[in-house]
């Protein structure tokens, strides 16, 4: 997957002031977006953002009703057909035949890249040797798991090596295993040098695959930066200490002051206290060290990494997303129209 | 910094456009509906079954209270009305074809490749066409081993023949574009047989419009599907004027069928392109 060279060097992806409306509903309020060639950009929301709106403007898939955007340095309206034949989408839900085979799948959509019929074969084989269909490739799609067919997706929208790949929520509806092997194949693809935009609920896949962030929240940016920047708007790490006795509290607290800053949180009932730190790495060594040193017994000692719902919950209000437990109740649902035929 | 080589795979990517561009899609969109029609047997089955029916229960139910006249027998009469009634009917499955890529979000991956808009529909329109004729194959054997013994000339036939293959081709525009407004495959089922009711039995299919009530004879006489019935019949039995008339079709219901099926393909055509192209901006 070494092969996704991003032939311009400006930004891959520019959008200006987009706005879309669906009758009353807006569903984008003036988005503004840059994102460099060859670095992965997470679009992250919670349901109804906005954020398959953004893909299917970008992907020339819908008109804005306002503003413009350019991908590849190409704008999305004017040279759409062009620009077809250098992104890659993969939707919200897998988009493959499900009475073709894999491999007839991925035939198919070559031929419609432009490709002639041979090279067409040759590149279905690769894609189908590289995500691990090779032995399924001659079963039609409808017996595919979830994951497979996911595989089967995403390996579609690499047939022309896009200079521009784009993902709505390609880990959603997988199950855990499913999912961790998506965001390998996502990182390879990145370390390859493609310029990746995804779109996620989940903080902690942003968190992982992401070099940037933007946050929409009902149609607009709230945030946007690396993940550091984001979690440095809600403050960095903390140090957090649980004593084993209840007696050994205040000289924990002693401890955390002298070493790490004045402003340590106590929360006496749970026999816990917690710190800012800047160096977080190296006050949690020492704080090991002297707490041993003065014989206290701790019960757990961690170093706590704001994740990305710290941060929707400190811009919004609100929390973000279902919880992994309701979204793992929620996998391998399928959309209320999928599979109908 | 030197420009980095091009993946191996973009080199053969086609400069394609134009008409060319849009026949190989139509070509690769036809090829993969054509796969299909085995993987699904029960589609092709049912839409074989149902005018199977249709055939023995008109023949054996029906042939002894209708007389049709110009010493024709009902089977021989019948079966023009068969074959445009299991061509019509096909279109409904365009429809619900169309509305399941839709809700299955192909057509948003088929709108995001460098493809020419027309392709999807009518690739799916010329694998239609294909099962439509596979079906009246089929249709014309179980009519001659229930007594049709049709008098027409092979030019007569192949003439007839076009004239089915024309309705499949205009008939599934049609079912295109309900299928592409609606959206959703139960509604496309539904709404795909809802107008061809009145359109099929309403019509010189089954009976011959002369003892029709006059203010239905009037509306009989004038729809397409009369004329397009009338049309087969007359060539598949090789009508002379006189037999035609006695049958009340009149003269130049080639002619008339002609100009009614090109018409609805010219109207049916950019409507139902435009709703496809409409179909990414409008809900799931
Ligand atoms: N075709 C449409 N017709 C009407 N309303 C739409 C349409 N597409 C999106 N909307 C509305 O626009 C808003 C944004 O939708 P969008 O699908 O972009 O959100 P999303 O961030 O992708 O959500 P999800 O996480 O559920 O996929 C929602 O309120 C949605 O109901
Ligand atoms: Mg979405």
Redesign the interface.
């Given at each position: 997957m070494s092969d996704h060279i991003p032939t311009s060097r400006g930004p891959a992806i520019v959008a200006h002031g987009l706005r879309k409306s669906f009758g009353d509903v807006v569903a984008l309020d003036g988005v503004d977006l840059t994102v460099k060639a060859g670095t992965v950009f997470g679009l992250l929301g919670p349901n109804g953002a906005g954020k398959t709106t953004a893909v299917k403007i970008l992907t020339t898939l819908l008109r804005a009703d306002d503003g413009t955007a350019e991908v590849a340095g190409l704008d999305v309206v004017r040279r759409a057909d062009e620009l077809r034949s250098r992104i890659g989408l993969t939707g919200q839900y897998a988009a493959v035949d499900e009475y073709l085979t894999g491999r007839e799948n991925l035939e198919m959509f070559g031929r419609l890249y432009n490709l002639p019929t041979d090279v067409a074969r040759r590149r279905a084989d690769e894609l189908l040797a590289q995500f691990d269909l090779a032995d399924d490739a001659s079963r039609v799609v409808k017996t595919y798991s979830g994951g497979m067919r996911r595989r089967l997706d995403l390996a579609a929208s690499l047939i022309i090596f896009p200079e521009v790949l784009f993902l709505d929520e390609p880990t959603t509806g997988l199950d855990p295993r499913g999912r961790l092997r998506m965001w390998d194949i996502i990182e390879e693809l990145a370390a390859g040098g493609a310029t990746i935009l995804l779109t996620t609920q989940y903080m902690e896949e942003a968190d992982r695959l992401a070099d940037r962030i933007a946050v929409l929240d009902r149609g607009r940016v709230i945030a946007e930066g690396t993940t550091d920047e984001l979690k440095a708007q809600i403050g960095g790490e903390r140090l957090e200490v649980t004593v084993s006795d209840e007696g050994d509290l205040p000289r924990a607290v002693d401890v955390l002051r002298t070493h790490c800053g004045p402003e340590v949180q106590v929360d006496a009932e749970r026999r816990h206290a917690s710190v800012p730190v800047t160096a977080g790495a190296r006050a949690l060594a020492a704080a090991v060290r002297e707490l041993d040193g003065a014989g206290i017994h701790i019960d757990d000692l961690s170093l706590h990494r704001p994740t990305l719902d710290d941060v929707f919950l400190s811009l919004t209000g609100r929390v973000a997303a279902p919880t992994e437990e309701e979204a793992a109740g929620d996998g391998g649902r399928a959309p209320a129209t999928e599979g109908a035929r | 910094m030197s420009?980095?080589?091009?993946?191996?795979?973009?080199q053969?990517?086609?400069?394609?456009?134009g008409p060319g561009?849009a026949l190989?899609?139509a070509a690769?969109m036809a090829?993969?509906h054509l796969?299909?029609i085995p993987?699904?047997p029960e589609l092709i089955v049912f839409a074989t079954i149902q005018p199977i029916m249709f055939v023995v229960l008109f023949r054996y139910v029906f042939a002894g209270s209708i007389i049709v006249g110009a010493n024709e027998s009902y089977i021989n009469f019948l079966m023009a009305g068969i074959f445009v009634q299991t061509v019509a009917f096909g279109s409904v499955a365009t429809g619900?074809?169309l509305a399941?890529d839709l809700?299955?979000?192909?057509i948003?991956?088929?709108?995001?490749?460098?493809?020419a808009p027309s392709a999807v529909l009518t690739g799916r329109t010329i694998a239609d066409l294909v099962r439509n004729m596979f079906v009246v194959g089929v249709m014309i054997a179980v009519g001659l081993l229930v007594g049709f013994r049709p008098d027409g000339s092979l030019f007569g036939w192949i003439s007839a023949i076009g004239f089915l293959l024309l309705l499949s081709f205009t008939f599934s525009w049609v079912g295109a574009s309900v299928g592409l407004a609606v959206r959703?495959?139960?509604v496309a089922q539904s709404a795909g047989f809802i107008w061809l009711f009145p359109f099929t039995f309403a019509s010189s299919a089954f009976v011959n419009p002369a003892n029709m009530p006059g203010w239905l004879r009037a509306f009989v006489e004038n729809q397409p599907m009369t004329q397009v019935v009338n049309a087969v019949r007359t060539q598949i039995l090789g009508l002379s004027p006189e037999a035609a008339r006695a049958l009340s079709i009149s003269e130049g219901a080639e002619w008339r069928a002609l100009a009614w099926l090109l018409g609805i393909l010219v109207v049916m055509v950019p409507l139902a392109v435009r709703l496809y192209r409409r179909a990414?901006?409008r809900?799931?």
């Open positions: - | 420009a980095p080589a091009e993946p191996w795979v973009r053969h990517i086609m400069r394609s456009s561009r190989t899609h690769v090829k993969r796969i299909q993987r699904i619900i074809g399941a809700q299955q979000g192909l948003d991956r088929f709108r995001s490749l460098p493809m959703s495959v139960e990414a901006a809900p799931r």
